[in-house]
């Protein structure tokens, strides 16, 4: 989470939606300070917010979940930065690589798992992400598939005059950029079914090659009832790390300039 006082604005980041890149660009060209976690929620910005810094624009990023998916079993394939085999970053060590995530890349080395096999094995429930957490108290939201562009109307909006733009940060290597090409004909039926409900709500759709595409009356509600437990969880139950972002990160590296000025 990035803040600038001086253009009043707030940025929510969440995973795998370039918040890399916004937060190094609002600290280096908008006077942006580290806020908490990279991936803080607006309920803990509230906790800690004056009532001025309340008003201030908020945005944040959306990208296609598919695509998330896709690149967090890239980054897991190549384990990237060995995130996924630094005890440091583990949970319990107050990091943020869960044991799902550990399961995940086990299954992936120890199976050489393809995609589809991933796939099969960890996404059976509609998917859901800290989206619906965030956008309900967003300003603006920033497509990720048309970033370049929508990143400059949205720093307008919130009062820049001729905003620089966006460097990207933090790019995944070895993924396909056609992501359909993932979601083979063997797993389409389950990709509608956990990715449908998410689309309808946030205005995505499928390719038109893959013809009738409407998740079912129970994966609607399977995902509405998981996306209210998932409010529960992170308001009242869910524990946070409270350590500075692992150094040499860009995250880190903000907190840690903005601690020490």
């Given at each position: 989470?990035?803040?600038?006082?001086?253009?009043?604005?707030?940025?929510?980041?969440?995973?795998?939606s370039?918040?890399?890149?916004?937060?190094?660009?609002?600290y280096?060209?908008?006077?942006?300070?580290?806020?908490?976690?990279?991936?803080?929620?607006?309920?803990?910005?509230?906790?800690?917010?004056?009532?001025?810094?309340?008003?201030?624009?908020?945005?944040?990023?959306?990208?296609?979940?598919?695509?998330?998916?896709?690149?967090?079993?890239?980054?897991?394939?190549?384990?990237?930065?060995?995130?996924?085999?630094n005890?440091?970053?583990?949970?319990?060590?107050?990091?943020?690589?869960?044991?799902?995530?550990?399961?995940?890349?086990?299954?992936?080395?120890?199976k050489?798992?393809?995609?589809?096999?991933?796939?099969k094995?960890?996404?059976?429930?509609?998917y859901?992400?800290?989206?619906?957490?965030?956008?309900?108290?967003?300003?603006?939201?920033i497509?990720y598939?048309?970033?370049?562009?929508?990143?400059?109307?949205?720093?307008?909006?919130?009062?820049?005059?001729?905003?620089?733009?966006?460097?990207?940060?933090?790019?995944?290597?070895?993924?396909?950029?056609?992501?359909?090409?993932?979601?083979?004909?063997?797993?389409?039926?389950?990709?509608?079914?956990?990715?449908?409900?998410?689309?309808?709500?946030?205005?995505?759709?499928?390719?038109?090659?893959?013809?009738?595409?409407?998740?079912?009356?129970?994966?609607?509600?399977?995902?509405?009832?998981?996306?209210?437990?998932?409010?529960?969880?992170?308001?009242?139950?869910?524990?946070?790390?409270?350590?500075?972002?692992?150094?040499?990160?860009?995250?880190?590296?903000?907190?840690?300039?903005?601690?020490?000025?």
């Amino acid at each position: 989470m990035i803040i600038s006082h001086k253009y009043k604005l707030l940025f929510i980041g969440l995973p795998f939606s370039a918040s890399s890149a916004i937060s190094k660009e609002l600290y280096i060209q908008y006077e942006g300070k580290s806020l908490l976690r990279k991936h803080s929620l607006y309920w803990e910005f509230k906790k800690v917010a004056t009532k001025e810094e309340r008003k201030y624009f908020v945005f944040a990023v959306l990208r296609n979940p598919m695509e998330v998916v896709v690149t967090m079993y890239e980054k897991m394939r190549a384990n990237a930065k060995g995130n996924f085999t630094n005890a440091e970053l583990f949970v319990e060590n107050g990091g943020h690589i869960t044991k799902k995530h550990r399961q995940k890349f086990d299954f992936i080395h120890n199976k050489k798992a393809t995609f589809q096999q991933y796939f099969k094995k960890f996404f059976k429930k509609p998917y859901d992400n800290l989206a619906s957490l965030t956008f309900d108290h967003c300003d603006y939201i920033i497509s990720y598939e048309n970033i370049a562009e929508e990143y400059l109307i949205c720093m307008k909006k919130a009062g820049v005059k001729d905003p620089k733009p966006l460097p990207i940060a933090n790019k995944t290597s070895g993924k396909n950029e056609d992501i359909y090409s993932y979601y083979t004909d063997d797993i389409r039926k389950e990709a509608i079914s956990v990715f449908g409900p998410f689309f309808e709500r946030h205005n995505y759709s499928f390719p038109a090659s893959w013809g009738k595409s409407t998740p079912s009356i129970k994966s609607r509600l399977y995902f509405m009832t998981l996306r209210f437990l998932r409010k529960i969880n992170h308001r009242f139950f869910k524990k946070h790390p409270t350590r500075l972002s692992l150094k040499g990160t860009i995250y880190g590296d903000i907190q840690r300039k903005n601690n020490f000025n």
